[in-house]
């Protein structure tokens, strides 16, 4: 559903339908209608009648249409769905919601795999409303953030593996305000943990922390494909001709051997020497990345960090050490123990105060 209220926190209403519903709607009505003529021409009346469920689905999408009405003056919410004039309601009190739920899930359909972000409002009695369900992380948390701020409720986020909860009036402070508030400021650096990688110094205000290679062992699974990708391709060169292989074929494994190559050599090199610096002031936090191949720096300003975490990025096979604020996520320190990375987490944490 998409919110048709505005930045309204008083009333917060969402309308579903139409759209791009009505596109595959038109297409199931088309595939129902032409398929029922062509039957009912045969002489297959059976099948005409079956496959005028595919009618009904895109008359469906076409003029269905939902709603969700959260009132605070009133202190109720209102859902309804319906198609023309046949309406279904149902209402409630909003103060059995108890919290908005943000997480991940793979969809998986015939010919695609894709993640979405859904927003669920849930609560006593197994109330579980369905906001939307977007492809954009970001946008989804923008609206949960809403959501939880409208209603006075906290937010749950799981979309890293890690369950993350903020309540409704904390949603826009940073993490620095939060710790102010809590008392948990101006704390002494956190112990290193014992047979630490990582090599820390102090440079006047700030806080300098080098995070060596992951090694071989962290880019195990794909250099492991990259030469197995290899291997077949030079059996493909090497034997194409005689096992009586179009030319195309061997041209064709002849690239992929090249690429495979790259590939390779590539993540060799940045698992060996690819070099993590983090440096952290009561100002930013930098991430420099330094590699054979150049580097690159990503910063966030201390006072836009929300959340400070250990978790899985999106899509992470791994996980890794998450700064994030509304504007962006900085992802470091995959590959190293987690205690290693709690302690980093609990530097920065200190450090930006």
């Known amino acids: 559903m998409k919110r048709i209220s505005g930045d309204d926190l008083n009333r917060v209403e969402y309308r579903g339908g139409g759209g791009a519903a009505i596109a595959i709607g038109l297409v199931c009505v088309s595939i129902g209608c032409l398929a029922g003529v062509s039957m009912l021409k045969q002489g297959e009346y059976g099948g005409a009648a079956g496959v005028q469920f595919f009618t009904l689905v895109g008359i469906g999408l076409c ?21 023309f004039t046949l309406v279904r309601r149902s209402t409630g009190k909003l103060d059995v919601l108890q919290h908005i739920a943000l997480t991940r899930e793979v969809r998986r359909s015939k010919n695609n795999t894709y993640t979405v972000y859904p927003v669920r409002i849930r609560g006593n009695y197994s109330i579980n409303i369905g906001i939307m369900e977007g492809q954009d992380q970001r946008a989804s948390r923008r609206e949960a953030e809403f959501l939880a701020k409208a209603l006075g409720i906290r937010m749950e986020d799981s979309t890293t593996g890690t ?11 940073s993490l620095r305000e939060r710790r102010r508030k809590s008392g948990e400021a101006r704390q002494p650096l956190p112990e290193a943990p014992p047979d630490m990688r990582c090599r820390m110094s102090v440079e006047g205000a700030s806080v300098r922390i080098e995070i ?3 090694g071989l062992g962290a880019a195990a ?7 197995i990708l290899l291997c077949l391709a030079l059996g493909a060169l090497m034997f194409g001709r005689a096992l009586g292989l179009p030319w195309q ?24 020497r690819g070099v993590t610096v ?18 690159s720096s990503e910063a966030l300003p201390a006072d836009e960090i929300e959340e ?20 962006k996520t900085l992802s470091f320190g995959a590959g190293l123990p987690e205690s ?12 930006i105060g």
């Open 249 to 272: 074929v061997v041209a064709t494994a002849g690239a992929v051997g090249v690429m495979a190559l790259i590939g390779v050599a590539w993540g060799t090199l940045q698992a060996m």
């Open 63 to 83: 003029f269905g249409r939902s709603g969700l009405i959260l009132d605070k003056a009133s202190g109720s919410y209102e859902k309804w769905y319906g198609i």
């Open 163 to 173: 369950v993350v909860v903020r309540e409704g009036a904390e949603v826009d402070e």
């Open 340 to 351: 290693e990375m709690e302690w980093i987490r609990r530097v920065i944490e200190t450090t």
């Open 212 to 214: 060596p290679p992951a």
């Open 278 to 295: 983090v440096i952290v002031s009561r100002d930013e936090l930098r991430i420099e990345k330094q590699s054979s191949f150049g580097g």
């Open 221 to 227: 699974i794909p250099l492991a494909f990259g030469v």
């Open 308 to 327: 400070l975490i250990v978790g899985r990025a999106d899509g992470a096979p791994r996980p890794s050490i998450l700064a994030r604020s509304d504007a």
